[in-house]
RNA sequence: GGCCCGUUAGUCUAGCGGUUGAGGACGCCGCCCUCUCAAGGCGGAGAUCACGGGUUCGAAUCCCGUACGGGCUACCA
């Protein structure tokens, strides 16, 4: 005899999987979130693996903190990333309009129809009546939620209290007598929760306005939403949302609960962790391949080795069976190190535009000279892309590449332009190098490469003091490959002119 | 308080009952390369698989409990 199961496994398969509909629901009361992010990266690539549907939904339904401002940078912010939907602002869809705030009629009909079901009841209890009942059922222990006391009023004295004009928000009426809820998530299998432990909860504010479980649910039904993937912070939310879903017949959908991201102290990722917000670590210099590559694999694996993925890899594997279930702290060493490892893999001709690009914007080179020095920039985008973990180092590794004069950190000139030999290795280089005919890489190494033991010192005191020199720092890109980029004219001047505060 | 979820090295993870004296990656340490810094190569430290019971010939893997962390318990989402 076969062995039962005796406990669902997590399972995709319970929606017809040709008919995937997925939404990612932000709310734009901030900018792309990380672990906003991520959500709308697995909702993108279930949608892109099963041949479904995407949607972006605005969740707008917080008239004093949502801003159209912000709404415009998540649209950025996901562009940015890559993460394309197919209905939603811009793209337009049989489903719309995608702005909860433009969609109240379908509450009003929603609350309507759950009128005529008699799964809601008006509630008049006032804000401070329900806490001092609320908090005294605390201290007795247990049940803590509404005690229901509106449920007793009989429909007919309701309408006339409505009738009235009395102040009332419209609570759903919880089927005491169903069994407990349970739902299996695709990431963490069955769960249940006793039907005892959930309130009559608010559907409807007293100024006519959905609350989130119940405007959510609406439009997750009428957008016939498949699979709901979301944040676990709303798994202890997913009972009542499906006590909604029967209350307005609608079908059920499959959810899939994320874990959080955290912080590196264990706390739910915040402002005080530093960015927090996609488009921050664009302006840190992040590219979007690496914030996708590193969120994926934040919380989802493809196997025991993977650590670099691009976004077909992903699309082609995406399942939620390798979605982790417990919390993942978000580390930026190893953010950082993913972004170096794509910036090297980025052809020169890519770098060198961006590198441009960045360049201009600091003010450092005009358009004019961008396009004029191409080859130049060419063989400078090597030298740097190998060096920096992110793009916004580039301007402080090559500044000395563009000012007319050269300044000497403290450091440098302590430990490298004050010691011994430093001005008798500028005197002999400045010799070699002027009378050289060709001044490339080759020439300039070769001819280079001799001063030191000429000089009786070791190449290192030699080559830094030159570095120091040219660049002001202890630290640049190669020297030889700096002295032919830097020419031969400013090289000299530049030797010269370091010549001066250093030491024989 | 009640309900729910989670727990493999500092961090992200692999592992879905025996081939694991627990694999990979970041970080860390050392060596090599070397004009600096990186990059790269090689090597190393680091996990009593939260703890305690049980099931089993055998458990990181299944079950129960405890601890710790988190979420919900709002006329926020």
């Known amino acids: 005899m076969p062995c039962t199961r005796t406990q669902a496994e997590p399972n995709e398969e319970s929606h017809d999987m040709d008919q995937v509909r997925v939404r990612f629901a932000p709310s734009p009361t901030g900018h792309l979130h990380i672990g906003g992010a991520r959500t709308a990266i697995y909702n993108w690539a279930f949608a892109r693996r099963h041949g479904g549907d995407f949607i972006l939904r605005i969740d707008d339904t917080d008239p004093e903190r949502s801003t159209d401002e912000n ?14 939907w197919d209905e939603g602002p811009g793209a337009g869809g049989d489903f719309g309009p995608y702005f909860q705030t433009q969609r109240s009629e379908l509450y009003a009909q929603g609350l309507v129809t759950l009128q005529a079901n008699d799964a809601v009841y008006p509630c008049f209890c006032t804000a401070d009546e329900l806490k001092g009942r609320r908090e005294a059922a605390r201290e007795a222990g247990g049940f803590a939620g509404y005690d229901r006391r509106c449920r007793a009023i009989d429909t007919e004295e309701a309408a006339a209290r409505i009738a009235r004009g009395d102040e009332h928000v419209w609570r759903l009426a919880v089927p005491l007598e169903r069994d407990d809820v349970t739902f299996v998530d695709a990431i963490r299998g069955e769960t249940a929760f006793p039907i005892g432990s959930l309130d009559d909860f608010i559907l409807v504010r007293s100024d006519g306005t959905p609350t989130y479980n119940f405007a959510t649910v609406v439009d997750d039904v009428a957008m016939e939403i498949s699979h ?87 699309v082609e594997n995406f399942s939620f069976e390798r979605v982790s279930k417990n919390p993942a702290v978000f580390d930026t060493d190893k953010l950082e190190w993913m972004n170096g490892v794509y910036i090297r893999e980025m052809p020169v001709e890519e770098f060198a535009d961006r590198m441009s690009a960045l360049l201009t914007a600091q003010g450092m080179l005009t358009g004019a000279e961008a396009e004029e020095r191409r080859e130049w920039l060419l063989k400078l985008a090597p030298l740097v892309s190998e060096r920096i973990k ?76 030159v570095r120091v020199a040219l660049s002001g720092s202890m630290v640049s890109p190669p020297l030889f490959e700096s002295i032919d980029l830097l020419g031969k004219e400013k090289t000299l001047q530049r030797l010269r002119q370091a010549r001066s505060s250093a030491t024989d």
């Not at 005919?437 to 030191?452: C, K, M």
């Open 71 to 84: 709404t415009q940078a998540i649209l950025r912010a996901m562009e940015w990333l890559g993460l394309d």
């Open 228 to 314: 709901v993937v979301r944040g676990d912070d709303h798994l202890s939310n997913t009972p009542r949302q499906i006590l909604v879903f029967e209350a307005l017949g609608g079908e059920v959908p499959t959810f899939a609960h994320l874990s959080m991201i955290w912080g590196a102290d264990g706390k739910r990722l915040s402002k005080r962790h530093g960015a927090t917000s996609v488009e921050a670590y664009r302006d840190l210099g992040y590219l979007p391949e690496a914030i996708l590559n590193y969120l994926t694999l934040l919380g989802w694996s493809l196997d025991d080795k993977t650590t670099m993925i691009d976004r077909d890899t992903l």
């Open 390 to 465: 992110r793009m916004d180092e580039i301007p402080s590794m090559v500044g000395f590449f563009f000012s007319d004069t050269v300044e000497f950190d403290d450091k440098a000139r302590k430990k490298v332009l004050d010691k011994a030999g430093a001005g008798c290795a500028m005197d002999a280089v400045e010799a070699v190098l002027k009378g050289l005919d060709t001044f490339e890489t080759e020439s300039i190494e070769a001819a280079l490469r001799d001063v030191p033991e000429a000089l009786d010192l070791k190449p290192r005191i030699v080559f830094q003091a």
